[in-house]
C-alpha cells in the first residue's frame, strides 16, 4: 500500500482555543527564524524587480539611441529574468535533496549565505552578462531556502499549528518586498540630491545583510526530531533526499508531477506576468510625470534656460533627441534623473500595494483550507489570479488604481502561494519532504523560465499596439493561472491527516 494508507491515516483530534494555543518559545523561535529567511529572500527578489529598469538602463550606457537602448533594456531585462528563475529551479534542486541529507539547519544556512552575498556581488556589475550571472548564483541560494525553511516548519510545530504557521511565514514574505519597495522609493527620491553611486547598486548592497542571520541559526537552531530519526534509521538513511527514490515510489511520484504542475500555474503567473505590473505603472506614468517635471522645470527656470527646456521637451515628444546639442543633451540628462526620480514613486506603491494584499492572501488562504480544504480553496484562489490580473493589465493607467485593484490582484496571486507553503510538505514523508517540496516549487521555475521569453515574443507580437503590448501580452498570459484547475482532482486532500512519514 502506498501514499497516506503507509501511515497512520487517523484524522487529527480537533484543537480547540487558538491555532498558537501551546506553542512554546522554542516553537516561536524556529518560525521566527524561518519566516527571517524567507522574508530577506523575497526582500531580494523584489530588489531585483524593482531594480532591473535602472540596471538595465545604466549597463547598457553604451547605446546613445534612447528608444534603441530603452528597447534593448526590456529585452536583456528579460534574459536576466529567465536566468534568474533558472538558477532558482536548479538551486531548489539541489538544496532541497541537500536539506534531507544534511539537515534543515545546515542546508538553511547555507542558502542565505549563498543568496546574500551574491546580492551583493550583483552590485559591482558592468555588463548585462555579469549581472546576469551574479543573478543565477543567487538563485541558486534563493530556490534552496523556501523549501527548507517549510520543511523545518512543518517539522517542529505542533500538528493543529502547522498550516497557520506555515501560511503565516509564507504571509511573512510580504514584508521583504515591501521594505525593497521602501528602499526603491527612498533611494530613488534621494537620487536626485545626489549619491556616492547609482541607487540600484546600493539596493544590492543593502541585500547582501541577511547574511548576519546565519550566525543566529549557526548558534541556536537545532535540526527536527523527526529527521534526526530518519537520519539515524540505517535502513532509511540511503533514501534520505533521493530523487530515484521520490520517483520510484508511485504516490511520491504522482505527487511530485502533480504539485510540479500546480506550482506552475502560480509561479509563472507571478514571475511573467504579476511582477511586471511595477513596470507598467512606470510605463504608463511615463508621459505624465515628464511631462510634469519639465512644466515644473520650466516655471522655475530663467528665460533662457526655459526656452531650451522647452526645445529639448518638444525634441522628447517628436522622438528626435539626437539632433540636440552637447548643451541641451547635458541638460536633458539632468531632467532626466528627476523624472526616474519621480517614476520610482508609483512603480514603489505598485510593488507595496500588491503585497499589503499578498499579506491577507497568504495568511488568508491557511485560515480557508483549514475550513473547506486544501483543493477547494486552491481552486477560489487560482480562478480569482486569473480575473484580478487580467482586469489589472487591461485597465491599470490611474493613480487610484494602485490603491484599489493592486491589492486586490497582489491578495488573489499571493494566496496561491501560502497555499503551496501548507500544502506541499503534507504530500511528502520526512525523508523526503524538503526534497518533494522542493521539486514541486522549484522545477516549475525551469518553466517559468520560459515566461519572460513568451513575454518578448507576445511584446513582439502585440508591437503594433504601441506602449498597450504589455497590456496585451499579460492578459494573454494569465491563461496560465487556468491550467492548476485541471491538476487539482487528481491530488489527495490533506486537511485533518497527519504528515506522512
Known sequence: MHGF??????????????????????????????????????????LFILSRPAAMDELLRYITDPDLRREQASFYGDISTSVFIAGWATGGLIFGMLGDRIGRAKTML???????????????????????????????????????GVALVAEVMPAHARPQSLALLQALSAFGNVSAALINLGLGLAEDTGLPTSPWRIMFCIGAA??????????????????????HDGAVKKQLGSYTELFSHPTWRKHAILGLLLACSGVIGLWAIGFYSPDLIRQVQLKPITAAVYAEQIASAEPERAEMLKTIQAAVAAKKTKDLTVEQKALKAEIDKKIRGQLTVPQSMTSIAINVGAFFGMFGFGWLAQRIGRKPTFAIALVAAFISTAVVFWTLSETWQIFVLVPIMGFC???????????????????????????????????????PLVKIWLNDVFKGYGEDSIRYAGVTMCVVFLVGLFVLPFLPETRGKPLPE
Open 110 to 148: 547555507l542558502t542565505i549565505l549563498m543568496y546574500s552575498l551574491c546580492t551583493g556581488l550583483s552590485a559591482f556589475s558592468v555588463t548585462v552578462y555579469d549581472f546576469a550571472f551574479y543573478r543565477f548564483l543567487t538563485g541558486l541560494g534563493v530556490g534552496g531556502e523556501f523549501a527548507v
Open 210 to 231: 541577511p547574511a548576519l542571520l546565519s550566525l543566529l541559526i549557526r548558534r541556536q537552531l537545532k535540526e527536527p526530531e523527526t529527521w534526526q530519526k530518519a537520519s
Open 5 to 46: 494508507e503507509t501511515t497512520d491515516s487517523t484524522p487529527l483530534a480537533p484543537h480547540s482555543g487558538p491555532w498558537y494555543k501551546g506553542m512554546t518559545r522554542y516553537h516561536w523561535f524556529v518560525l521566527t527564524v524561518a519566516a527571517l529567511g524567507w522574508l530577506f529572500d523575497c526582500l531580494d527578489q523584489q
Open 413 to 451: 496571486q499571493l494566496s496561491l502561494f501560502g497555499g503551496y507553503a501548507v500544502y506541499f510538505p503534507e504530500l511528502f514523508p520526512t525523508r523526503l519532504r524538503s526534497t518533494g517540496t522542493s521539486f514541486c516549487y522549484n522545477v516549475g521555475r525551469f518553466v517559468a523560465a520560459l515566461g
